[in-house]
């Protein structure tokens, strides 16, 4: 089976604070995601990569940044956490960009105080 | 990705069968329908596509009319652990883009 594991489940950030969210898959998929999801507000696309080193912004990417460094890892960075970034964020990988197939992570719950 | 219309939410008992239907009015024709489960806590996971007619898998089926311009999810006999919020995607089934999910359909069964 596909996984993709996110290094914290739950985290706890002051305002502030650089924080890193990291994301691994071991099935050598090309694409990776971040989402954030808060309630009634779906999922939301925060940054995605079809390759390394290469990064396309989402419908939200004002406060974060990613870095694609090797092919397996996908991290997101907050570059100064905020509280309206309190949220639960979540990984996804897949071997191309359609329908099929995305692996999501079990998420981060990310609060800033 | 085609824009799609889902009800919010849905309740229903253990041991019905639940549809969950979604309109898409301006599919294309490359487009496929894709149907995401997401569990509380968890993050959401492909139960089942269709480009037309029936799909029937161990999970769910889904049913497309001729025209495609709205789908299906039936679940049968739905229990406690079906209770979950399901996403109706559609769009070219690869390709270089990202998912885009709606708010999707929160089902509650109850006992």
């Known amino acids: 089976d596909v996984k993709v594991t996110q290094s914290s489940r739950y985290l706890v950030k002051r305002t502030g604070e650089k924080v890193f969210l990291e994301c691994v898959q071991d099935?050598?998929?090309?694409?990776m995601f971040w989402y954030r999801q808060d309630p009634g507000l779906g999922l939301r696309l925060i940054y995605f990569?079809?390759?390394?080193?290469?990064?396309e912004k989402g419908d939200i990417p004002e406060g974060y940044s990613v870095s694609r460094e090797k092919k397996e890892r996908f991290s997101l960075i907050l570059e100064s956490a905020s509280t309206n970034q309190t949220s639960m964020y979540l990984c996804?990988?897949?071997?191309?960009?359609?329908?099929?197939?995305?692996?999501f992570g079990s998420g981060t719950r990310l609060t800033v105080v | 990705l085609a824009k799609t219309t889902q009800p919010i939410s849905m309740d229903s008992y253990e041991g019905q069968e639940v549809n969950i239907t979604c309109s898409h009015n301006?599919?294309?024709?490359?487009?496929?329908i894709t149907w995401y489960q997401q569990f509380p806590s968890q993050g959401p996971r492909f139960i089942i596509q269709?480009?037309?007619t029936k799909v029937t898998n161990e999970v769910a089926s889904l049913f497309i009319p001729a025209d495609r311009k709205s789908s299906t999810l039936s679940l049968p006999r739905v229990s406690l652990s079906d209770t979950a919020v399901y996403y109706c995607?559609?769009?070219?089934?690869?390709?270089?883009?990202?998912?885009?999910f709606g708010s999707g359909t929160r089902l509650q069964v109850q006992p």
């Open positions: 996804a990988s897949s071997p191309d960009g359609g329908l099929y197939g995305y692996t």
């Open positions: 099935m050598d998929h090309e694409n």
């Open positions: 990569s079809y390759d390394v080193k290469m990064k």
């Open positions: 301006n599919i294309a024709t490359n487009d496929y």
């Open positions: 269709g480009y037309k």
């Open positions: 995607l559609v769009g070219e089934r690869a390709g270089r883009r990202a998912l885009t």
